[in-house]
């Protein structure tokens, strides 16, 4: 998808915002937007319900990874699965963190916006990225923030998993994204998969979502009788 000016525009008030936000808060959980190590935690269990039960052994790749807090989460409330991490971001100081503090890790930094990264993962996450809007329009965040989710959707094989903030909240905040959950399950459906599911069931005013590529739902229904709810190839 190919993405205009504007877009850029959005892209460079986040990289501004963050990499001041990693200035101003070394080490702490502000460094990455984020309210409490309670809050994160709360967030990451939720997306960590996309792999839950599935096989051990997956890659993963976390798209704003930040501090790479995700894959802290990994090793100490997962320690029995076997992650390929890896991750991406568009802010050079989160980057830099990265491959300063897990040499042994693969992190890019590049925009998602413009383009999907040519390699492949089992799952593609995003936490927290779509909800500090900044300065931008509402018109533009979606613009950004749902090319992002598509070519996101691009490089996973087996699920995408991501948040927003609810629009069923008891506060409004001028520079918060507040979600449209009609207009993001048209833009999922429209442009990403009609295999998706909404979790909106936890204490934090926001949601998670999954979306599936629908080969990764074919498999677990191999039975002839079920084949029209499917794409055909040749169709």
């Not at 935690?41 to 976390?62: C, M, N, P, V, Y």
Request: aromatic content about 14%; overall charge negative; hydrophobic content about 35%.
């Amino acid at each position: 998808m190919k993405m205009d000016k504007k877009t850029n525009s959005t892209r460079d008030d986040q990289v501004r915002h963050f990499s001041e936000l990693f200035r101003k808060h070394p080490g702490e959980p502000m460094a990455v937007s984020s309210e409490s190590p309670v809050h994160k935690r709360i967030r990451f269990d939720q997306i960590a319900q996309i792999f839950a039960g599935e096989e051990k052994h997956f890659s993963l790749h976390d798209v704003g990874m930040g501090m790479g807090h995700f894959w802290e989460y990994l090793q100490q409330c997962h320690p029995d699965l076997d992650v390929q991490y890896s991750g991406t971001d568009v802010v050079p100081e989160y980057h830099r963190h990265c491959i300063e503090t897990y040499p042994d890790l693969d992190f890019h930094l590049r925009d998602l916006a413009e383009t999907p990264g040519p390699e492949m993962h089992d799952y593609v996450i995003l936490s927290g990225v779509f909800h500090q809007m900044r300065n931008s329009n509402r018109r533009e965040w979606e613009q950004f923030a749902f090319a992002i989710l598509e070519n996101s959707f691009k490089m996973c094989r087996k699920g995408l998993a991501f948040n927003f903030i609810s629009p069923f909240v008891d506060f409004h905040q001028s520079e918060v994204y507040y979600c449209d959950l009609m207009k993001l399950l048209h833009v999922i459906r429209d442009r990403m998969s009609r295999f998706f599911e909404v979790r909106h069931n936890y204490a934090l005013f926001e949601f998670t979502v999954f979306v599936y590529p629908e080969d990764s739902i074919r498999l677990k229904h191999p039975e002839a009788e079920m084949d029209k709810y499917f794409s055909r190839p040749d169709a």
